[in-house]
């Protein structure tokens, strides 16, 4: 399988923004792109239940969980939706869980770590605002592209068909 993230690197330097590395593969599918969706939320995974059971195509779900260890924002019933309909991934500043299932969904998942335990549901969380972590911000309508290699966001699509990629 081609290396996605250091082709673009390559091709497109100054347009694209790296995020430190922090974050490990959970998911089914290892390579994954599409247009920004965010949410903002702490230890409550009310407003991910909402997006991913939303059409998901072309996009990427981008959640700030302010970095708890202490709770999953995403198990395997959710992935398992956001998969159903559509998204091509969901990145997690916070952790995931049922990880042996989420690896046979075929999503892209990258998160800080994996916790058993699942979240409290009190509806709190903002979508669609600007969210900072690993020293990139994430817009909405932006770009994110994932691989094993790391995590990287454009403010505009990449031309990947000129770099010969093939998904």
């Not at 347009?15 to 490990?24: D, F, K, T």
């Not at 989420?102 to 549901?121: C, E, N, S």
């Not at 600007?130 to 094993?148: K, L, M, Q, R, W």
Request: charged share 25%; with cysteine.
């Amino acid at each position: 399988m081609q290396d996605l993230l250091p082709e673009i690197c390559d091709t497109y330097p100054q347009s694209v923004r790296i995020l430190e590395p922090c974050l490990i593969n959970f998911g089914g599918r290892e390579t994954f792109y599409g247009e920004i969706v965010t949410i903002k939320t702490f230890e409550d995974n009310s407003k991910v239940r909402e997006q991913v059971s939303k059409d998901g195509r072309g996009k990427v779900l981008v959640i700030d969980g302010g970095g708890s260890l202490r709770h999953a924002l995403l198990g395997d019933m959710l992935a398992q939706k956001a998969s159903d309909n559509g998204w091509s991934g969901i990145i997690i500043h916070g952790c995931v869980r049922d990880v042996n299932a989420m690896a046979d969904i075929k999503l892209g998942v990258q998160a800080l770590g994996a916790h058993p335990l699942k979240t409290d549901k009190r509806g709190l969380g903002d979508v669609d605002v600007a969210i900072c972590f690993g020293g990139v911000s994430f817009h909405p309508g932006e770009y994110i592209y994932a691989d094993n290699n790391g995590v990287l966001v454009s403010e505009k699509p990449l031309d990947l068909v000129a770099m010969g990629w093939e998904d």
